[in-house]
Every structure is written in C-alpha cells, then in structure tokens.
C-alpha cells in the first residue's frame, strides 16, 4: 500500500506545481482537470488539458494529456504524453515506448516545468 500511496503523492506534487505555474498572472492560460489512472503496476493523475474554450475556432487546438507517477520498480517520476484519447484512462503503447521522460524522486519542480513546457509548445501559452 505504500508503493500505491507515493505514486500518487508524487503525481499530486507534480501535477499542483503546475497548477501553480499555470495561474500565474489574472488569467486562466487553459482548461485543465485531472483523473485518476491505474493499471495495476502504476497509479497516479492523468492531466487533460485543451483549449477549446476559445471562441475563436481557427484557434483550436487538440487536448494533450500528460501522466506523471512514480516508477513502478523505482522511485522515479515518469512523465508521459500523447494527444489520443487515453484508453480506459491509460496511454497507449507508442506513449509507453516514445513519449516518456524520466526524472529523479527528487525532481518534482524540474518534471512541473517539463509538463509546463510540453504545453507551451502545444498551446503557444
């Protein structure tokens, strides 16, 4: 139980220091909410993200979704990414191969500012 306690602790350190990065300033930069995901060797938060809020509809842009959780044989964070609808609140196996950054149990701050940094890129905030 305390594997499954830390994953989603680390998820939830990660995830509200980006909150955090995305509410500075008066304005909201997106429209986020987070889930829970859990596939029996991992367990955390899943970020969706979109800004299909915008009147403007030239301006769209497709939603993100970013996974942040703790290693199952480490304590590593691993942050993973894809644009698909996420399958029963899981990545697919390309995100599992291709889209994945690691970073050291102690680098919460450093993997909030490569979550902010894959959504800058994607809706030039």
């Not at 306690?5 to 987070?34: A, T």
């Not at 299909?52 to 990414?81: C, F, M, V």
């Not at 950054?101 to 701050?109: A, L, R, S």
């Amino acid at each position: 139980m305390i594997g499954l306690y830390n994953s989603i602790r680390v998820s939830k350190v990660v995830f509200e220091l980006v909150d955090g990065m995305l509410h500075e300033g008066d304005e909201d930069k997106l429209s986020c909410w987070l889930e829970t995901f859990n596939n029996c060797r991992e367990q955390g938060f899943v970020l969706m993200a979109t800004d299909s809020y915008k009147q403007e509809k030239e301006t769209y842009t497709p939603s993100l979704y970013i996974w942040a959780h703790e290693g199952r044989n480490s304590d590593s964070i691993y942050i993973r990414w894809q644009d698909e609808y996420p399958n029963n609140g899981m990545y697919n196996d390309k995100t599992y191969t291709e889209r994945t950054k690691t970073f050291k149990y102690n680098e919460q701050y450093q993997a909030a500012e490569f979550v902010m940094k894959l959504l800058k890129e994607r809706f030039e905030i």
